[in-house]
């Protein structure tokens, strides 16, 4: 006889104003260890079901500095998990692409970033890396490591077009959680 496998439940991502979105994350310790085990594939399933290609732990809640990033290149997934990851270059070109988060959900707008950044971090297994990336994930690393800070994609725009679109976010949250 076999049990069915144990679905992986996806983790919720927390909206914006919460708080937990603008705290400073601190590094993640061998002390994690269990704790990263059981939360990065629920970290996945919710940003699979999202879907996004991007999320860090502050996301959903978890004050650590961990960010998992999936690009889907080919529609095929192609995990990638950022602990303690640092941008230890970064070009001096910039590039401007239009960036989305899923605690902002369904608002966009374009970032200005270097274009093409060096990130050191450790995969889970506690080996370190390096990963240089430009175009799409040069961006998207970029925008998960400001999570690790508390800083979102709207504190890169100007206070006029960051306004506009946390009214138009409170007032789209409000109206759902009227229906
Ligand atoms: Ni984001």
Redesign the pocket.
Known sequence: MSAAPNPVQPIPILIVPHPALKARARAVTPADAAQLRDLIPRMFAAMYAAPGI?L?AP?VGVGLRLAIVDLMPEEKPAPIVLINPEIVAASAELATREEG???LPGHYADVTRPARVSVRYSDPEGARRELSADGLLAACVQ??ID?LDGI??TDHLSPLKRNMILRRLAKEQRQKQAR
């Open positions: 991007g860090a996301q988060c899923l605690s925008h998960e999570h979102l994609f």
